[in-house]
């Protein structure tokens, strides 16, 4: 008897360590990808306690700069692959779901792109064939290796117009349908995206819910939009961000949740009359020695609403992309002020997984 309950005991202490241990993508095995953007010395394996993190808790993986043009495709003639390379073989290498990020983007695009010898824009024809010549050459490279990609990202704006990018002004809107062809005739296995940030505004709800329409109306493959999930302690609701997903889901295509932070810093109306500038950036990085607990209560509350929220809807949602993987990679330590020290992400500056994780994974 005494020998059972002894036995009994340490099965219990193994298992209670063994659940511990559950990574936060076995926690949400069979519901749905948990993701990661990974920044260059991630990628290079510089950051070995950062891999290390990746490959226990995520099983996807998207690039969060190697693969955008001004740094892919820095010249007409001139593509530089070295990193992407490395991306996708580290994503091979650990079994990971590999997302190309991104094909077509005003932001960050090569400033020869759309404009000739003159400085004017170049023809319609001409930038057709650029875009069908950048598309094809990254994503034949990477053919059945990057399983999805977002074709087009951010064209749409909150009013639901097209953003004035320089593929819009040329091209109108058939710029989009164009890049879906090409990324389809380049790979016809690969998952198509679209993927923009503010998905909760209804302007910008309405016009992707026509433009997916429009997509699959013509006979192009788009397989789920991706909804960035940039948010902060005040934006947005809950309740908004369901509204969109179940509009975007209820087209037919699955949802994905790209790009998910949340900065716990106050949100920044840079419209605001700032008197005095010492005091207003005091107020605006209040946390640069470690978030007040009563500050992470809420942050992570919020968090767990957004992930119960997720769950809910795991039926129409194939993946949870955070963007980067821990409070110091972040994005937000920079933007929309510089040097501040935010905590946006899953894993703190120790590494750690954040508190409302435990509700999952233990
Ligand atoms: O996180 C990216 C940052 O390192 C880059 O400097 C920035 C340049 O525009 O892009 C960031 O990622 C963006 C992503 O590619 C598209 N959605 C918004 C993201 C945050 O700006």
Not at 142 to 171: C, H, M, T
Request: glycine residues 8%; negative net charge; charged residues 25%.
């Amino acid at each position: 008897m005494r020998n059972t309950l002894i036995i009994a005991a340490a099965l219990l202490v193994a298992s209670c360590g063994a659940a511990e241990e559950k990574g936060v993508k076995d926690a949400f095995e069979g519901k749905f990808y948990i993701g990661a953007a990974l920044n260059a010395s991630e990628i290079v394996g510089a950051d070995t306690a950062g891999v290390e993190i990746l490959k226990k808790h995520f099983n996807s993986i998207v690039a969060e700069n190697c693969m955008k043009c001004e740094e892919i495709h820095p010249q007409e003639d001139v593509y530089n692959f070295t990193l992407a390379d490395k991306f996708v073989e580290f994503g091979e290498e650990n079994d990971m779901f590999i997302i190309g990020h991104c094909l077509v983007w005003h932001s960050q695009l090569a400033k020869w792109f759309a404009y000739d010898a003159e400085g004017n824009y170049v023809t319609p024809e001409v930038l057709k064939q650029r875009m069908k010549d950048h598309i094809t050459t990254i994503v034949t490279r990477y053919k059945g290796r990057v399983q999805g990609w977002d074709v087009v990202n951010e064209a749409i704006v909150e009013d639901g117009s097209y953003r004035k990018s320089p593929f819009y002004e040329i091209l109108g809107e058939e710029f989009i349908p164009w890049a879906f062809e090409c990324a389809h005739a380049a790979d016809p296995d690969a998952e198509l995206y679209l993927n923009d940030y503010g998905m909760n505004v209804p302007g910008r709800r309405d016009a992707y819910v026509k433009l997916i329409n429009d997509l699959k109306a013509r006979g192009l493959r788009i397989d789920a939009i991706g909804m960035q999930g940039h948010m902060g302690m005040d934006y947005p609701t809950v309740e908004e961000f369901e509204t969109s997903l179940l509009a975007y889901a209820g087209t037919g295509v699955n949802v994905m949740i790209t790009e998910w932070d949340m900065s716990a810093l106050p949100t920044v109306n840079m419209g605001a009359n700032i008197s005095d500038i010492e005091e207003f950036k005091a107020s605006l990085n209040p946390y640069p020695d470690g978030l007040p607990e009563e500050v992470a209560a809420v942050w992570n509350e919020r968090m767990k609403a957004f992930m119960d929220l997720f769950l809910k809807h795991a039926d129409k949602i194939t993946r949870v992309t955070a963007w980067g993987i821990s409070d110091d990679d972040s994005w937000k330590n920079g933007w929309p002020v510089r040097g501040r020290t935010d905590y946006p992400l899953l894993f703190d500056r120790n590494l750690e997984p954040k508190p409302f994780l435990d509700e999952y994974t233990k």
